[in-house]
């Protein structure tokens, strides 16, 4: 998940937020979180919809092909 | 809790070969279900059904899990921490789920492995659920090239609670100091 700290340890100073932003979330999590908040509603939208993987898409399989045995 | 360089190396080889090994087996995966979508033989998408969950069974969910556990302790074991960066803690996020989801559609592979070994498999459900599987393992893998991207830039920003840390640490550096002098 992490590999050894470049930044942490090596130059604390350059990579502190300046002050006035230090509690601001940066830029590129606010996309980030936005697309894949996006992608996993749409995940969960094609599940309920019926077009993900599901039970139901199964069963009809094998019952019709259990009438056929 | 930091490790040790020798400790830090050997669980950051885990977790690369971990993540690795299960972006390769998800290719794999793909592949199968790729020439399963496109083969016009019932027999083949049997099989194909069949090594599918053989491979989510026996390498994607065990290196899912894996990289999930190597990552963590990997980040616990450093600096980085794993709350303390945005793109760890997105990393663990998108791990976590990512593992759910794959969680989630273990069953329906075996089932449909366990269908397809039955031989009662029709053409257009074969397709369909080849479709479908196709559709997840390019999903799955965007997902882990994401992480991996993230690993390698490691974009900037740190979170509150890395921020605060970084204070306290601060702050008991320099009581400390002024008690030494």
Redesign the interface.
């Known amino acids: 998940m992490a590999d050894s700290p470049s930044y942490p340890d090596a130059d604390h100073a350059r990579m502190t937020p300046k002050r006035g932003s230090a509690t601001r979330v940066p830029r590129w999590v606010k996309v980030f979180v936005i697309v894949f908040i996006a992608l996993v509603l749409l995940f969960v939208a094609l599940h309920l919809t019926g077009n993900g993987f599901g039970a139901h898409m199964h069963m009809s399989a094998i019952e019709q092909g259990v009438g056929q045995q | 809790m930091i490790m040790a360089p020798g400790l ?1 190396k050997l669980a ?1 080889t885990a ?2 070969t971990s993540s690795i090994g299960w972006f390769g087996a998800v290719a794999a995966f793909l592949a199968l279900a790729l020439v399963g979508l496109t083969s016009q033989d019932a027999q083949l998408a049997r099989a194909f059904s069949l090594a599918m969950e053989l491979i989510t069974r026996f390498v994607i969910v065990p290196l899912a899990f894996a990289s999930l556990l ?3 302790v ?2 616990l074991g ?5 709350f ?3 793109w ?1 803690l ?6 976590v ?1 990512a593992t759910l ?1 794959l969680l ?2 273990t069953q ?2 075996e ?2 492995a366990d ?1 397809a070994a ?5 053409g257009a ?2 397709y ?2 080849q479709l ?1 599987m196709v559709v ?1 393992a390019t ?1 799955a893998l965007v997902a882990l090239l994401t992480l991996t991207a993230l ?1 390698v830039y ?5 979170t ?1 609670y890395g ?1 605060r840390n ?1 204070q306290e640490q601060s702050t008991s550096v320099a009581v400390e100091d002024a008690l030494t002098n």
């Open positions: 830090r950051l977790h690369v190597t990552g963590i990997s980040s450093t600096k980085w921490g794993l303390r960066y945005y760890v997105l990393k663990l996020l998108i791990t789920l989801i989630v559609h329906p592979i089932r449909l269908t039955k031989g009662w498999l029709l459900d074969v369909q659920d479908q997840a999903a690993s490691k974009p900037r920003g740190m509150p921020q970084q």
